[in-house]
């Protein structure tokens, strides 16, 4: 895939942003060169962010966000980008719009929490939340078949953007 550049919403005679999910700087300022590449700095939760200046001013963004911003159509206005991979892949093709429900869904079928052992039975329970509810899947003999009904119950949700 060819590396396509666009100018950083609210930056766009400072920066640029790639589909690769790099920023670059495209104007001189603060000792820095034109065409600086930026390194993110991950976050505990790993997420990647990049700080951006301009006149003066210092702001924090999350890589991903710029990305999606500048090469992901949005047409129904979803407020929530979503990774299709791992958090510090920011390219392009690795992200969506989501809406919040759509993203929580999402993460819950995709990061193997809700499932944990219960010492005094010796069973595996399975759970997940659903628009803030706490739902009870059910108790299992092994951790394998409890990722299994989880799996299943929230792939029975409707889909959600």
Known sequence: MQEQWKPVRGFEGAYKVSNLGRVRRIKAACGTKVGKVLKPQPQRDGYLLVNLHIAGVLTTKML???????????????????????????????????????????????NGKGVFFKKQSGKWIAQCSVEGKKLHIGVFDTKQEAINARKEALEAIPYIL
């Open 64 to 110: 991903h966000r710029l990305v999606a911003e500048a090469f992901i159509p949005n047409p129904l206005r979803l407020p929530e980008v979503n990774h299709l991979g791992s958090l510090s892949d920011c390219r392009a093709s690795m992200l969506e719009w989501r809406s919040k429900a759509g993203h929580r869904r999402h993460h819950m079928l995709h």
